[in-house]
């Protein structure tokens, strides 16, 4: 795969904005698009993210070797499967009832959102991370390799190369990891589990997400598939 | 610089239910009056607003945020009388010009709409709304609100709202129309919206360090010269707990902020509060929690990194009793708000 220079990311809203912050931060160039024309994002960008470029999805794609999705879950279908094709994609997505509304058009109950994610973007690599520590979490509690009390994220995925390549560049982002390489595990993380809001050391992370099963969440996931 | 004498601090409820010395809990009517109570210990302090939430959940007692403020007006002489926040979203905004323009009748011009998106969701499905619509539902919302407080007839075309023709609302109000904020929760685009409109601004700081929204007063101030609008001074609105003694300050908010967070996160999906998390809201964050001193030079300082031109403090969170929140709302009038004006004049001074 090739070296990651460029970060596109879609979504300018509280996650995608930190990002943009947190990939300017490690010398990345970064290109990010919002819901609405470049024009309208403009003024946000300059201010809250200087340096990063506001470009149309297109614009951010085209240009990017690794996209961040951060955006609701609710509008993944708004972005054409093909504009994707080919990428290293981020999915820093989740089912979460509050900004997405309770209901199947979103999320077909029988499989978990980032596995959808994978099935509507089919020719693209999702790998699944930044999607259960809060934005200002990620923020505040970024820290370089090594420092004392570095928090950890959880990075999942079924392409194995993927994966290792979005945990280097986590790294790179201020965080330590522990891999899956499972995308279907990105479930372990999302809302309703004890990891979604949590900030974590790695041997903490890594301590919680071996115990899924035997989480209350976890619990619960287990039997809606058994059943 | 800060004008100190200029500034102004508040106080916050979200209305939740008030406990017995032996941990049982009072009934909803029993905490809406104290929280009538507090209102007038307030007013006798000097402290400058009193809001109060909308929350449509069993832990909170106040739905209905506007009729226990009428009720604080009628004891009270000098505080504002504010919503925290009135979830315009799943409201109807001829019935919120009406409610509040009542208000600001029954108080002689001390209501104070703060208007939000709201962090809460049970709203929406309670009064007949898709949360999918949660953005164009409070654009729609904000617009015909706007056009209603001009006090004039107004011709509308509404998607989510009823479409009117020269109609007119009552009633009018007496003094200079009502006093809108629109609160924020961090969204840049809720900030320059904010700005368009030409509202003041509240961000609700609730969790992180302040320092985070720097930047977003930036925005709030280059977009208000893009549309030609004024520049207020900003509110922050943040929890907190003051007690004479430190160490008891922090196990009361600990134990109460925790239970409060938790019982939240359990609906909303999110984990419960770590001591690691509470202890950083505390020491740098969001929470301002301690003996007099200690919050006082917490506020102090956020009011000087941020340029605010008030601090609203939410208090009661989770299930307190009402001896607990009386010395707090105490404290933070006679000790606290001095203490912060008084570091900031120096401040001022150097």
């Known amino acids: 795969?090739?070296?990651?220079?460029?970060?596109?990311i879609i979504g300018a809203g509280k996650v995608g904005i930190v990002l943009a912050q947190l990939a300017l931060a490690a010398g990345y160039h970064v290109r990010i698009s919002g819901s609405g024309s470049v024009q309208k994002i403009a003024l946000t960008i300059s201010t809250l993210a200087p340096g990063a470029t506001p470009a149309t999805n297109q614009g951010v794609v085209?240009?990017?070797d690794l996209i961040i999705l951060a955006i609701p879950l609710s509008r993944y279908k708004n972005i054409p499967a093909k504009l994707l094709k080919g990428k290293l994609v981020i999915d820093a997505m989740n089912y979460w009832w509050e900004t997405d509304g309770i209901r199947e058009e979103v999320l077909d109950p029988s499989s978990t959102s980032s596995e959808q994610v994978q099935q509507y973007f089919n020719k693209s690599t999702i790998v699944k991370t930044f999607n259960h520590m809060g934005y200002h979490n990620l923020q505040e509690e970024a820290k370089a390799a090594g420092e004392a009390n570095r928090k950890a994220l959880f990075v999942t995925g079924d392409n194995h190369e993927a994966v290792d390549q979005v945990a280097q560049f986590v790294n790179t982002m201020g965080f330590d990891t522990v891999r899956h390489y499972r995308l279907a595990d990105g479930i372990m993380t999302e809302p309703g589990s004890e990891l979604f809001g949590a900030s974590l050391t790695q041997p903490d992370l890594q301590n919680v997400i071996d115990h899924f099963d035997e989480t209350e969440f976890g619990q619960k996931i287990k039997a809606e598939k058994g059943a | 610089m800060v004008n100190v004498d200029k500034l102004q601090f508040g106080l916050e409820t979200f209305g939740d239910i008030v406990a017995k010395e032996d941990g049982e809990l009072l009934t909803a009517g029993q905490s809406i009056r104290q929280i009538v109570k507090?209102?007038?210990?307030?007013?006798?302090?000097?402290i400058d607003v009193i809001g109060v939430g909308e929350h449509h959940r069993p832990d909170y007692s106040v739905s209905s945020p506007e009729v226990v403020l009428g009720a604080i007006a009628s004891v009270t002489k000098q505080i504002k009388l504010a919503t925290a926040v009135t979830v315009l979203s799943s409201d109807n905004p001829v019935r919120v010009y009406e409610r509040f323009a009542t208000l600001e009748g029954l108080s002689q011009g001390r209501a104070q709409v703060m208007l939000g998106r709201g962090s809460f969701t049970e709203s929406f499905p309670l009064f007949g709304y898709d949360l999918i619509d949660y953005d164009d539902l409070f654009n729609e919302k904000l617009e015909m609100y706007s056009q209603l407080i001009k006090e004039k007839p107004i011709t509308w075309d509404g998607k989510f709202t009823q479409s009117l023709k020269d109609q007119d609302v009552y009633p009018k109000t007496d003094y200079d129309g009502l006093e809108t904020y629109i609160g924020i929760g961090?969204?840049?685009?809720?900030?320059?919206?904010?700005?368009?409109?030409?509202?003041?601004?509240?961000?609700?700081?609730?969790?992180?360090?302040?320092?985070?929204f720097v930047p977003y007063?930036?925005?709030?101030?280059?977009?208000?010269?893009?549309?030609?609008?004024?520049?207020?001074?900003?509110?922050?609105?943040s929890h907190g707990f003051i007690a004479d003694d430190e160490d008891e300050a922090v196990e009361v908010a600990w134990k109460n902020i925790k239970a409060n967070f938790d019982r939240i996160g359990l609906t909303r999906g999110w984990a419960p509060m770590s001591r690691e998390q509470f202890d950083g809201e505390?020491?740098?964050?969001?929470?301002?929690?301690?003996?007099?001193?200690?919050v006082a030079q917490r506020i102090a300082r956020t009011i000087n990194l941020l340029d605010l031109g008030r601090f609203d403090l939410v208090y009661g969170a989770g299930n307190q009793t009402a001896a607990q929140r009386e010395r707090m709302i105490e404290l933070y009038g006679t000790k606290v708000i001095p203490r912060v004006k008084e570091i900031l004049s120096g401040e001022a001074v150097a």
Request: glycine share 12%; aromatic share 8%.
């Open chain 1, 62 to 64: 085209s240009k990017s």
């Open chain 2, 186 to 212: 961090g969204s840049p685009e809720s900030i320059i919206r904010a700005a368009r409109y030409g509202y003041k601004v509240i961000l609700a700081i609730i969790g992180g360090q302040a320092d985070r």
């Open chain 1, 1 to 8: 795969m090739s070296e990651i220079k460029t970060v596109g």
């Open chain 2, 217 to 237: 007063l930036d925005l709030y101030k280059k977009a208000a010269a893009q549309y030609n609008m004024p520049v207020y001074p900003v509110a922050v609105h």
């Open chain 2, 282 to 294: 505390t020491q740098s964050g969001s929470f301002y929690v301690g003996n007099p001193e200690h």
């Open chain 2, 38 to 46: 507090e209102g007038e210990l307030a007013d006798k302090l000097g």
